[in-house]
T-cell receptor, first 110, second 115 residues
Framework: LAKTTQPISMDSYEGQEVNITCSHN???????ITWYQQFPSQGPRFIIQ???TKVTNEVASLFIPADRKSSTLSLPRVSLSDTAVYYC???????????FGAGTRLTVKP | NAGVTQTPKFQVLKTGQSMTLQCAQD?????MSWYRQDPGMGLRLIHY???????DQGEVPNGYNVSRSTTEDFPLRLLSAAPSQTSVYFC??????????????FGQGTRLTVV
């Protein structure tokens, strides 16, 4: 299983763009990169998933360089409600490949 | 369409008691799983199932049993509760096999305290 490394915490202010980088040096050819968001007292929620290059949806963008050894989740113009823990997962689509690390605790300040 | 439903939301057990955490999904997903989350930590996989009648162990299976008699339900049984099992438990179901659209849907969690 590819191990991921991401910052433990980040602070930002409302209206700023936030970029959270995840390192995954041992990513395998069949692995996808998936990000989840978790609010206190709730289960994680899927944000975005990609394999290579850039993926964008209504919530975030995911940038993946050609070597795929890292990825960056970009949250445009964050608000207080984006305060949460963000998890980077790397693995194929098998359920037992979903290993959550400690995640990145993002705090958005007014 | 309720997604993934977990019951109960809160539970207090005495050491040595047994209980079953319920999980049901209405999305017809084959894959379901149970995680536990301890304070300040990520989720750890307890057991998972790739379809009715098939279950397997995750990272931390000791002290827990599961069964999967139907596609919809995936209960988690604590055999003899211990204080170390105090945690928040999450059930998830996954639309596995969708490639880049593979997504796990999580329940709201069960907060279990063992005293």
């Amino acid at each position: 299983l590819a191990k991921t490394t991401q910052p433990i915490s980040m602070d930002s202010y409302e209206g700023q763009e936030v970029n959270i980088t995840c390192s995954h040096n041992n990513i395998a050819t069949n692995d996808y990169i998936t990000w989840y968001q978790q609010f206190p007292s709730q289960g994680p929620r899927f944000i975005i998933q990609g394999y290579k290059t850039k993926v964008t949806n209504e919530v975030a963008s995911l940038f993946i360089p050609a070597d795929r050894k890292s990825s960056t989740l970009s949250l445009p113009r964050v608000s207080l409600s984006d305060t949460a823990v963000y998890y980077c997962l790397v693995g194929d689509e098998r359920i037992n490949d979903m290993r959550f690390g400690a995640g990145t605790r993002l705090t958005v300040k007014p | 369409n309720a997604g993934v439903t977990q019951t109960p939301k809160f539970q207090v057990l005495k050491t040595g008691q047994s209980m079953t955490l319920q999980c049901a999904q209405d999305m017809n997903h084959e894959y379901m799983s149970w995680y536990r989350q301890d304070p300040g930590m990520g989720l750890r996989l307890i057991h998972y199932s790739v379809g009715a009648g098939i279950t397997d162990q995750g990272e931390v299976p000791n002290g827990y049993n599961v069964s999967r008699s139907t596609t919809e339900d995936f209960p988690l049984r604590l055999l003899s509760a211990a204080p170390s099992q105090t945690s928040v438990y999450f059930c998830a179901s996954t639309n596995q096999g969708q490639g880049l659209n593979t997504e796990a849907f999580f329940g709201q969690g069960t907060r279990l305290t063992v005293v």
